[in-house]
């Protein structure tokens, strides 16, 4: 009997944008839109954290075809998550495709993509608000 080998890729991130190599840089690659772009509920996302200095490069290594959104937190203090002031963030951030924000945070189907047998390369402008 043949056994069909496992599909899967690679995304490679390419990040700009960072005010500053302190802290972390926070990744979160989901498929469920109920869980964009905060997917720390969210037990099938694939989370990582890359210190912002190696944070221009980013890899997620094997990841099964399907449609996915990525969201990427500048963790400037280490202490993993997003620090808001007045309900605004304080660290920067950015999206797969490099949607347009506007209030709040961008949804789903602006910032996803499909991943198939090939790896897929995207690049990720980091935005700051304060």
Do not use: W
Request: glycine fraction near 6%; proline fraction near 6%.
């Amino acid at each position: 009997m043949l056994v069909a080998p496992a599909i899967s890729a690679s995304i490679d991130l390419a990040v700009t944008g960072l005010r500053s190599e302190k802290g972390n840089v926070l990744v979160c690659l989901s498929a469920n839109p109920k869980y964009f772009p905060d997917c720390s509920k969210d037990k099938n996302a694939r989370k990582l954290k890359v210190s912002a200095i190696q944070a221009d490069a980013i890899q997620i290594a094997n990841v099964k075809p399907g449609t996915y959104a990525v969201a990427l937190i500048h963790d400037e203090n280490a202490n993993g998550k997003m620090d808001l002031r007045l309900f605004l963030p304080r660290e920067g951030f950015g999206f797969s495709r490099n949607p347009k924000i506007g209030m709040g945070p961008p949804k789903f189907q602006s910032a996803q993509f499909t991943v198939g047998a090939q790896d897929a390369h995207y690049a990720v402008r980091m935005k700051y608000i304060l």
